[in-house]
């Protein structure tokens, strides 16, 4: 059974870098047959896309988010990672990574919580 | 971009239907899918490609997809029921979009 697990920093600055890497466990990051997608979730609110990567590292990204997006893929780690550059407190979320299978994220990460704050 | 609009909540007192929208531009040409979110939980996938269950979701979880609406329908509804859903699509131009989301209350 797949499973996914973020980690990564859970306070950043103002202005610096968010990186977070999902560890994949039970299934390969290489499948043909998945893409793997970040969602993030600010406190109290709604679900938002982040964007996915293909194991060819093939890559879709939300446009509102594209300019300071990046997510890339290990495969001989099995994980694939977020960084999100310029971070505001509007960045503040609780990010959570997930499989894409046939058009829909049918396994999730447990989340983490990142705050932006000074 | 493309918007996905869904109504803030749903009241259903136990047993009965409760069904859920999710209005966009042509949704009915695109595949919706549909999760389940708990408070402190990760969303969980119930509906995909409009109308199918993964396995381990119950038959009470039904969806629908037409013109610009796409629908979830919970039929017998169950106190467990009780939580947020948000419905998703692709479209080319913004890629993937969650609805704004929708509280189902089980009165």
């Known amino acids: 059974q797949v499973q996914l697990q973020e980690s990564g920093p859970g306070l950043v600055k103002p202005s610096q870098t968010l990186s977070l890497t999902c560890t994949v466990s039970g299934g390969s990051v290489s499948s043909i047959s998945y893409h793997w997608s970040w969602i993030r979730q600010p406190a109290g609110k709604g679900l938002e896309w982040i964007g996915r990567i293909y194991t060819s590292g093939s890559t879709n990204y939300n446009p509102s988010l594209k300019s300071r997006v990046t997510i890339s893929v290990d495969t001989s780690k099995n994980q694939f990672s977020l960084r999100l550059t310029s971070v505001t407190a509007a960045d503040t979320a609780v990010y959570y990574c997930?499989?894409?299978?046939?058009?829909?994220?049918?396994?999730w990460g447990p989340g983490t919580t990142v705050t932006v704050s000074s | 971009s493309y918007e996905l609009t869904q109504p803030p909540s749903v009241s259903v007192s136990p047993g009965q239907t409760a069904s859920i929208t999710c209005s966009g531009d042509k949704l009915g040409g695109k595949y919706a899918c549909w999760y389940q979110q708990k408070p402190g939980q990760s969303p969980v996938l119930i509906i995909y490609q409009d109308s199918e269950r993964p396995s381990g979701i119950p038959e009470r979880f039904s969806g629908s997809n037409s013109g610009n609406t796409a629908t979830l329908t919970i039929s017998g509804t169950q106190a467990m029921d009780e939580a947020d859903y948000y419905c998703q699509a692709w479209d080319r131009s913004t890629a993937k979009v969650f609805g704004t989301g929708t509280k189902v209350t089980v009165l």
């Open positions: 997930a499989r894409e299978n046939g058009g829909a994220e049918d396994v």
